[in-house]
């Protein structure tokens, strides 16, 4: 018989107990969470409050940088060198465009644009968000955006957007000088970073790169204004909430005379050259044209790598190059300073005379150093040395100073110096000495060089803007005006009580540099004297250049030598490589006893002639351009233009290429 199963008595009491424990400890923990759950919501709620609001705000509001428009520039009378003017391209917002595809080739077609090209963009629009806005072409013709318009109600999401771009209406006239803007790059925003100017080009798509342009950057740009807007999770924006408009950039009126440009590029026609023109009263840039130029235009946009290689070919006479501020061996033109300095030395006097065989040689050395008239000038004195440019004056008093003395005092003049214009792209070109050598090669200098020095060869380069400021300094008798092309830069101020718009002008001053001091101050109007003889007399170098102008010039002639010859050996430009044949080189400054204009001139390479039959005339035709119809004369009838000297009266013709 199987034995009985037990039964359990339950103990309710236990169970009771049981039950009562475990929810007294679900309470407890539920009082706790409760506890830490308001405590958190109270730190959110009340403490953390400011912060979330603020970042809360942040992902609801938006500051949008809204980019300045550039300054404008204007020439000395008001004529408009850059402006800004609107370029339209064609926009979409792809999310509000049902098939993209079908409606980018339809607009296409439209448009008249390539299919590489619309294969680019339907690229470009999938890799970017739906809702921005993406340029598709820009620069528009007006006969496009004429079309478009006609037929915008058939495109939806499709719109048309102006922008202000910069624009010179002289195109390759004013590159050298304006210079020009481009698309900001790495290096530039690099820059920007570090200047801490990064947040005010937070709109900005272009900035200068060369010229007055780069120069004045900061000036033309502006500052940055701001869109307030508020936008969803999805960046998108709702509604403007405010708007703090952006301060245009100030404009900027030059020194350049654009006729005077104008007629510098036609004096520089199918020539390379360059040609700078200054006011010795205060040092305002009137000309400055390097030839051949180029169209700052093409790199607003972002030029072609086709056309930037057309711009490099050895065929186009590089064009981005400014010649205005590239070294050139002065040549004659420095004797007149070269006179001043023997003179200031006690080397010379206005009375010393040299006799002049045809040719130089230093004692003891066999090498003989030609004249450019191959026979001679006879006796010459410091007046004829100039009017003459007669080399064996200079290879004399040259070698009486040595290097020391002639580069110490042309460094006054500002040769191999920077002379402070508002350009960053200036040389400083070479002003030879002992030193310079041998930091430079590593060699001692030779008596022979300071002979070529000594009629502005061997090592010796200046910059046609240098050599104008020497001869502003020359003019000014040893006052120093600091070239500049900024005569004054101008903004539009708001009258908030009127609510009318005035302009603000504000001169441009320029520092000037101490004065150079002559132990004689009569061997300024010495040297002058020469310079106004080179031109005024007959049979002078420079005579034919001014010959019946209206005003009264002063002047010097300069044919600088690009290759070495033999001492035996005829020069021979037709029979020589264009790039080894000579330069010409030309100074000018009108009128004689009041300047108000000094000009100079580089040629390249020419065939024949020299500076007086090349280089003369171009000068002639900027002075004609800047004097008009005005006529000015010498007061003092022994410097009236063609005054009486018997010995220029009977020379018929003057050889050679001084």
């Known amino acids: 018989m199987a034995p009985k199963k037990r039964v359990a008595i339950r103990n309710h009491s236990a169970e009771a107990n049981l039950f009562a424990r475990r929810t007294f400890i679900t309470f407890i923990a539920v009082i706790i969470l409760s506890l830490v759950l308001f405590s958190n919501i109270y730190n959110l709620e009340v403490n953390s409050y400011q912060k979330y609001q603020t970042r809360s705000n942040s992902n609801r509001i938006k500051l949008l940088p809204v980019a300045p428009n550039r300054g404008l520039i204007y020439d000395r009378n008001g004529v408009l060198l850059a402006d800004n003017t609107p370029v339209y391209s064609l926009e979409v917002i792809p999310e509000q465009v049902t098939d993209i595809k079908k409606r980018l080739s339809e607009v296409s077609q ?74 900001i790059n790495g290096r ?62 100030k404009d900027l009126t030059l020194t350049l005379d654009i006729e005077l440009q104008m007629i510098a590029k036609r004096a520089l026609s199918g020539k390379r050259g360059a040609i700078v023109a200054i006011d010795p009263r205060d040092g305002g840039v009137l000309a400055m044209y390097s030839n051949p130029s180029f169209d700052g235009n093409l790199f607003v946009h ?199 718009h005035q ?38 170098t420079g005579y034919n250049a001014f010959k019946g102008s209206k005003y009264d010039a002063a002047g010097k002639t300069g044919s600088a030598q690009t290759s070495n010859i033999a001492q035996d050996e005829e020069y021979d430009a037709s029979k020589v490589k264009e790039s080894r044949r000579d330069n010409a080189m030309f100074i000018a400054f009108a009128p004689y006893e009041n300047p108000e204009i000094v000009v100079a001139v580089a040629i390249e390479n020419v065939a024949e002639g020299g500076g007086g039959a090349n280089a003369g005339p171009v000068a002639r035709q900027i002075m004609d351009q800047y004097f008009g119809d005005r006529e000015i004369v010498s007061k003092d009838p022994r410097k009236h233009p063609n005054h009486d000297n018997i010995y220029y009266q009977n020379i018929k013709n003057i050889a050679g290429n001084p």
């Open 188 to 249: 530039d925003s690099l820059a920007l970073d570090k200047q801490g100017l990064a947040e005010n080009y937070a709109a900005t798509r272009n900035i200068g790169k060369r010229g007055l342009e780069r120069y004045y950057q900061d000036i033309l740009h502006g500052t940055i204004g701001h869109q307030e807007v508020e936008i969803n999770n999805q960046g998108r924006v709702i509604r403007t909430l405010d708007f703090t408009p952006p301060i245009p950039g």
């Open 302 to 500: 972002g030029i072609s790598s086709k056309k930037y290689k057309k711009l490099l070919a050895p065929e186009s006479n590089k064009p981005l190059l400014n010649r205005t501020l590239q070294g050139y061996p002065p040549a004659s033109t420095i004797k007149p300073l070269l006179a001043l300095t023997g003179l200031d030395a006690g080397i010379i006097t206005p009375e010393t005379e040299i006799y002049d065989p045809g040719f130089y040689q230093l004692p003891g050395i066999e090498t003989k150093r030609r004249d450019w008239k191959k026979w001679g000038h006879g006796k010459v004195d410091l007046n004829k040395s100039l009017e003459q440019s007669c080399n064996i004056y200079y290879y004399d008093l040259a070698y009486k100073l040595g290097i020391t003395r002639i580069s110490q005092m042309m460094m006054k003049f500002g040769f191999g110096e920077y002379t402070g214009i508002d350009l960053h792209e200036e040389s400083r070109a070479i002003m030879p000495s002992i030193e310079w050598k041998r930091a430079r090669y590593n060699k001692g200098w030779y008596t022979g060089e300071t002979l070529s020095v000594g009629i502005g060869q061997s090592y010796w380069s200046v910059t046609p803007l240098q050599l104008s400021q020497a001869l502003s300094i020359l003019v000014n008798k040893g006052e120093i005006k600091v070239p500049h092309l900024l005569k004054a830069t101008s903004e539009i101020v708001v009258n908030n009580k009127t609510n009318t």
């Open 110 to 183: 439209l448009l008249d644009i390539s299919q590489e090209k619309q294969d680019k963009l339907l690229k470009a629009v999938k890799s970017k968000r739906r809702f921005k806005p993406i340029e598709l072409y820009s620069r528009l013709s007006e006969q496009q955006v004429a079309l478009f318009s006609v037929n915008q109600h058939k495109f939806p999401g499709f719109f048309i957007d102006a922008r202000l771009k910069r624009y010179y209406p002289f195109a390759e006239l004013t590159t050298h000088s304006l210079g020009y803007v481009a698309r």
């Open 503 to 540: 302009p603000l002008v504000t001169e441009y001053i320029v520092d000037e540099k101490a004065p150079i001091i002559l132990k004689n101050q009569k061997s300024w109007d010495v040297v002058l004297d020469g310079l106004h003889n080179t031109v005024q007399k007959l049979g002078a």
